[in-house]
């Protein structure tokens, strides 16, 4: 059939199913299983790693075999956060409507960049594109582009900005660069999440030029602290504090910001799908004021990694900050979504958007989304009653978890990650170190928080000599 003996093989079992139903069949059992393991792998498990450990193998394998060997040494070292009791991280479960369109849109294999390449990927861009403007409330002239998370999605919208901040200047900055080039002011609060720091560093912006302003006990940047902006700003504002989950104040801040003439970026990575509920939305009043977003959707919305998205108000400055061109590119009178994003090659994640988003409609996503933050209230209320302090206005899905002193929580959760019941992870808050629950599961039932809560009292207990 084919040229050489390893092509000949591959034809083999590309159309042969059996292959494919082996890993459909042990990634369902997967599912099963993850319900109930250990939240994080055992020793034993890292371990078992070892075997990986080899030269550059001289000969093929069979398919069967690479599995094999991802099952018996490998799975059991993987983190089971599609599960209900994993909250170490804002990392999502999986919609299963989501999750079963990725794995029929793998046997599809579409790059999206060009209508060309792929109608469907075109066409579903679109669709979600208003999709999001409805669920986030977003102007009609926004545009979307679909990225890899919001690491990406920040770049891309502070990119935006700079190009749209130095053109009303008369800087070209894709042909002249930053050399010499009219600066750029970025305003950020003292809590803003790594990330953005991250893409100001890449951008050129430089950290040390970063001019902070002061939050209050939740991390929200205080108005008032705001200085004097303008058009040669950035103002840099977040959906959901990654420790408290705290909203900076959109409808306070953003249209004294635009009279002044600056751009306003909201990260809202996981927050900004607060709009979604109807209960919760008044955390994100305002948010449309702002001239870019960046939402990751494998947190909140719960589709496989990788998904996230940036949302720019300013088609032109999206379009000529991430520009593309080469004779052989084909656009069309569709979508061409290479326009909205830095990489031209990437998979289709639009499918497992659209699907989980097809699939929860608007009133299953408010139920989705609320039901964090019922989680969220949940864990409050019994860890307070069993004796632990809360030290975060739980707003959302963050919880922030502490015992008497430093040296008890970082004992106690060092416990708790060795019980293996639950996972979460630690962090700082006011100088001082506490536990860190990120809700943000759609497995995760009342029964699971309660056998949290008990992992936690075991944990405390044997952090204090007493079990």
């Known amino acids: 059939m084919g040229n050489n003996e390893i092509q000949d093989k591959m034809f083999s079992e590309f159309i042969d199913f059996s292959i494919y139903d082996k890993a459909l069949k042990l990634g369902h059992n997967y599912l099963i299983e993850a319900m109930d393991r250990h939240a994080f792998p055992n020793d034993d498990a890292i371990v078992k790693l070892e075997h990986f450990n080899e030269p550059f193998p001289d000969f093929s394998s069979s398919s069967e075999t690479v599995l094999d060997l991802l099952k018996e040494y490998g799975e059991s070292a993987t983190l ?12 999502g479960s999986v919609v299963p409507a989501s999750l079963s369109s990725k794995i029929m849109s793998a046997f599809w294999d579409q790059c999206p960049a060009m209508e060309v390449l792929s109608p469907l990927g075109s066409k579903l861009e679109s669709i979600v594109e208003e999709w999001l403007k409805d669920i986030f409330s977003l102007p009609e002239e926004c545009v979307v582009g679909y990225v890899s998370g919001t690491s990406s999605a920040i770049f891309c919208g502070l990119a935006a900005a700079r190009f749209k901040i130095l053109q009303k200047k008369g800087w070209d900055v894709n042909n002249k660069g930053l050399f010499d080039a009219p600066k750029i002011r970025l305003v950020a609060g003292k809590q803003a999440h790594s990330t953005v720091i991250k893409a100001i560093s890449l951008l050129g912006f430089g950290k040390d030029n970063i001019e902070w302003i002061d939050v209050d006990s939740q991390g929200r940047i205080i108005p008032e602290s705001i200085p004097e902006l303008d058009e040669n700003t950035i103002l840099l504002l977040q959906a959901g504090n990654v420790n408290s989950g705290a909203f900076d104040n959109f409808d306070s801040i953003c249209p004294k910001a635009k009279k002044q003439g600056a751009w306003v970026h909201i990260d809202g990575a996981f927050g900004l799908w607060a709009q ?28 496989p990694y990788d998904s996230g998205v940036v949302i720019c108000r300013d088609q032109e400055a999206l379009i000529d900050a991430l520009h593309m061109s080469g004779a052989y590119i084909v656009t069309s009178k569709g979508r061409d979504g290479m326009f909205y994003t830095p990489g031209m090659s990437r998979r289709a994640r639009i499918f497992e958007i659209w699907a989980a988003l097809k699939f929860l409609g608007k009133k299953g996503l408010d139920q989705m989304v609320t039901g964090f933050h019922d989680r969220a209230i949940q864990f409050k209320e019994e860890l307070m009653e069993a004796g632990f302090d809360i030290v975060n206005d739980v707003v959302f899905n963050q919880v922030l978890v502490r015992c008497q002193t430093d040296e008890l929580t970082l004992k106690t959760l060092e416990n708790i990650q060795n019980l293996r019941v639950c996972w979460c992870g630690g962090s700082k808050w006011d100088d001082r170190d506490v536990i860190r629950l990120s809700i943000c599961s759609w497995t995760t039932t009342e029964k699971d928080v309660s056998l949290s809560v008990k992992s936690f009292i075991e944990a405390r207990n044997l952090a204090e000599g007493k079990a």
């Open 276 to 303: 979604a509920s109807d209960k919760l939305k008044y955390l994100s009043k305002g948010c449309w004021n702002a001239d870019s977003w960046s939402v990751d959707c494998h947190k909140t919305l719960n589709t």
């Open 80 to 91: 089971p956060h599609v599960g209900g009791r994993y909250f170490g991280f804002v990392i």
